[in-house]
């Protein structure tokens, strides 16, 4: 019996398998290349569309963590489905889903994800199967304040540059507010259902800049960039990937925010907190 976590070796699954670790659980790393990456943990090499594979994999299993990986819808859906099936078989004990960012929890949101999306797809089919599941869902990832575009203006110039409104709230998360809320799932009492991960109320970029002058000690302003210069400024790093951060942030600007629902929250249901920024900015070590 063990913790199944996919993307073990990435930003969301690595600190949960680390935490499973450190609690004394056993956690095995389902990643596409077992290797050092894999931390000298338990490692299995996994692919997302082999459904007998993965129900051999799950049976058993005291948990699972899922989040689909970047790539086309077409890919994406038949991982999805293979994945679903799987469950469906296998009958783990429980499952969590992180959404990665992607909105299931507003029906009346513009950003809702599209009924037939791979990731809605997924939420609903294994939802649909007798394991009991639960979602995490953050919105904005406060590592996202980490890339060389927007810390390198921020380090010389103590300007934070980003594709929001000034006065723009969003419920930003860590990935390790993301870990321990999935552990909290995987491991605590069984919850079902949706679980927003993230600050509330939302911050702002004044908010984010307020935290940023705390921590460095210096004046720190924030400053709105058009989603279409961002998504020029991340090509070199994401090449056309950068397509869809322009495209989310366009979106994102017709909204009046992009925060959790209080009522669905971690804070709410779980009694869990997300780190402070100036607390994420300390473990980050950003100077």
């Known amino acids: ?29 389902a990643v596409r290349n077992p290797g050092p990456a894999a931390n000298n943990t338990r490692a299995v090499a996994v692919d997302l569309a082999d459904e007998r594979a993965l129900t051999h994999l799950y049976e058993g299993a005291d948990g699972i963590f899922i989040h689909l990986p970047l790539g086309p819808a077409e890919t994406t859906s038949v991982q999805a489905q ?4 799987a469950v469906k078989a ?69 300007v934070l540059r980003y594709p929001l409104a000034t006065d723009y709230p969003v419920s930003w998360a860590s990935h390790a507010d993301v870990a321990a809320v999935t552990v909290h799932l995987l491991t605590g009492p069984a919850h079902t259902g949706v679980t927003g991960v993230g600050a509330l109320p939302g911050l702002t970029g004044t908010d984010l800049a ?15 960039i058009s989603p279409t210069d961002f998504g ?11 397509a869809g951060v322009t495209k989310l942030y366009e979106t994102l600007a017709a909204t009046p925010g992009n925060t ?5 929250s971690a804070q709410s249901t779980l009694g869990l907190q997300p780190l402070p920024v100036t607390q994420w900015l300390e473990r980050q070590g950003i100077r």
């Open 1 to 29: 019996m063990a913790y199944i976590i996919h993307g073990a070796t990435g930003a969301q699954g690595s600190p949960i398998l680390s935490s499973l670790r450190a609690a004394g659980f056993d956690a095995v790393a």
């Open 210 to 224: 307020e935290s940023f002058s705390a921590h460095l000690g210096r004046s720190v302003r924030f400053e709105t």
């Open 90 to 158: 296998a009958a783990p004990s429980r499952v969590v889903i992180s959404t990665s960012g992607q909105v299931v929890d507003e029906p009346a949101s513009v950003l809702q994800t599209p009924e037939a999306s791979p990731l809605a797809s997924l939420i609903r089919a294994v939802e649909d199967t007798d394991t009991p599941t639960a979602v995490v869902a953050p919105r904005l990832f406060l590592e996202n304040l980490l890339l060389p575009v927007v810390l390198k203006p921020l380090q010389a110039e103590g």
């Open 260 to 264: 959790i629902r209080p009522e669905t």
């Open 82 to 85: 293979a994945i679903a099936k």
């Open 232 to 242: 020029t400024l991340l090509e070199p790093l994401f090449g056309p990937a950068a």
